[in-house]
């Protein structure tokens, strides 16, 4: 079945720094969506992507989708202790009737 | 947005109960809810798909009998784990589909099961 990696699991960073967490699946995407999820809260919508090599941005958040449309990105610049969460990727698979979800990485911010 | 809400948020039941969470799509109809699980510090893992008026699908390995799943109409969903033990403690959300928002999901605020 469809499966979808992330990397790093874990990162820690010292506020101002930068942040930038990987995705990877093992088959073709027809789109790719990201989601927050804080800790003790539920997943929150930030993105879709649907072309190849579609880069979106939101304030100091890039998303990038690979032009196989088989990996994607999500860069933080100059990360502030509000970006803290997990942040998951996911695809829709079963003829788009699915909606998988990555492994997550989970990003801490330290003063 | 569109808002879903999810009922209880936590819950703690003695082994061999059975617990039903329910959760409503507030200002927007769902044509589809999707039930997931997820273990601390791990990623949503896909239980079930439930579309209104029929029976839901389950993914491999989840026992349909065990986790009930109703979806009665456009604006509610439940999910009855029967005969809960304590293996089945873990945070159930709930998600649904809407007309009109694309592909994106709305996902319930979650509950904490523990059985003790």
């Known amino acids: 079945g469809q499966q979808v990696m992330q990397i790093p699991q874990y990162q820690h960073v010292q506020e101002g720094e930068d942040f930038t967490t990987y995705c990877n699946s093992s088959?073709?995407?027809?789109?790719i969506q990201w989601y927050k999820q804080r800790p003790g809260g539920h997943p929150v919508f930030l993105i879709q992507l649907v072309k190849s090599g579609e880069v979106k941005k939101q304030k100091r958040l890039t998303f990038q989708f690979g032009e196989a449309k088989k990996n994607s990105s999500l860069h933080i610049t100059a990360t502030q202790t509000t970006d803290v969460g997990t942040y998951f990727c996911a695809g829709w698979r079963g003829g788009g009737n699915k909606l998988t979800f990555g492994t997550g990485t989970q990003l801490k911010v330290e003063l | 947005g569109a808002v879903v809400s999810q009922h209880p948020s936590r819950v703690i039941c003695k082994s061999g109960t059975s617990v039903k969470i329910e959760c409503r799509s507030l200002d927007f109809q769902a044509t589809t809810m999707f039930w997931y699980r997820q273990f601390p510090k791990q990623s949503l893992m896909l239980m079930a798909t439930?579309?209104?008026?029929?029976?839901?699908?389950?993914e491999q390995g989840v026992e349909k009998d065990k986790f009930l799943i109703n979806h009665a109409s456009l604006t509610l969903s439940t999910l009855t784990v029967t005969s809960a033990h304590p293996e089945d403690s873990s945070f159930y959300i709930c998600?649904?589909?809407?007309?009109?928002?694309?592909?994106?999901?709305?996902f319930g605020s979650g509950t904490q099961l523990s059985v003790l």
């Open positions: 439930s579309n209104e008026g029929s029976k839901a699908t389950y």
């Open positions: 998600s649904a589909r809407a007309r009109g928002y694309d592909e994106k999901l709305f």
């Open positions: 088959t073709t995407l027809s789109n």
